[in-house]
């Protein structure tokens, strides 16, 4: 029986999600909880693979198993066993065709930073500080600049295997509560560091650190030199995974 699950968790104290010899990830954490809920392996398979420090409002993930446990239990299970900084919100079955990761339509990441001349430790650990002047017109117009269909070569960190580095961007939408930004960015995938250095050029072009120039050099020919810093980990969040159907 195919089953899926919705995950929330912080990032800050796992290498991300994928399993890896030297930290402790969230798939690593999940799958013990798993195999120690129904007695045997089981794989876990999510819609993508969040980087180290990065955080998940509604991770959504897939597993095959055969057991008693009725679907909507299987949370509780999940949960007595996991540590207190992950957590399962429903589970449910899942129809046959469902993958986690092939399945999904849309992602939206939310990248959230603020802006300060001192930082503020109660908006660190899910906020990024800015202590310079940000043009807030000009960060909207910027976002413009990345809806569509792109090439997004010079936004992905260096090294990764990829197929193809064009992605289409649906909408870029900024929020703005006091001295608090939040930028949520909706498409039909990512690349590794994408959003990070997405936000970064859309703040440097904003503080007059780059130009539009430079961003459509970057979309146009791929060049490096002409985005902006690759933003940290922390102000990062995977809000949501839209499969074109009601799962949860």
């Not at 995950?7 to 690593?28: C, E």
């Not at 970057?218 to 102000?235: H, I, N, Q």
Request: net charge positive; proline share 2%; with cysteine.
């Amino acid at each position: 029986m195919r089953y899926a699950l919705l995950l929330t968790y912080d990032g800050t104290a796992y290498g991300g999600w994928q399993i890896q010899k030297n930290a402790v990830t969230v798939q690593q954490e999940l799958t013990k909880a798993l195999e120690d809920t129904f007695g045997c392996k089981v794989n876990v398979i999510a819609s993508g693979r969040t980087d180290s420090g990065v955080h998940a409002k509604a991770q959504v993930c897939h597993f095959d198993v055969q057991t008693s446990i009725p679907a909507e239990k299987i949370a509780d299970a999940l949960n007595a066993r996991l540590p207190q900084d992950i957590s399962v919100l429903k589970t449910v079955i899942a129809p046959d065709w469902f993958e986690a990761q092939s399945s999904a339509k849309k992602k939206t990441y939310c990248y959230r930073f603020y802006l300060s001349p001192r930082r503020q430790p109660l908006k660190d650990r899910y906020s990024v500080q800015i202590n310079y002047n940000v043009d807030l017109e000009k960060l909207e117009y910027s976002a413009k600049l990345f809806e569509g269909e792109h090439d997004f070569k010079a936004y992905c960190a260096a090294g990764s295997q990829v197929k193809t580095t064009v992605r289409r961007i649906y909408s870029i939408e900024i929020k703005r509560d006091g001295c608090d930004i939040a930028v949520s960015v909706t498409g039909n995938g990512f690349l590794y560091n994408m959003v990070r250095t997405l936000v970064g050029t859309m703040i440097y072009y904003s503080a007059g650190r780059l130009t539009e120039e430079m961003i459509s050099r970057s979309l146009e020919y791929g060049d490096r030199s002409s985005v902006g810093k690759t933003m940290p980990a922390k102000g990062l969040t995977l809000e949501s995974v839209d499969y074109g159907c009601m799962l949860f």
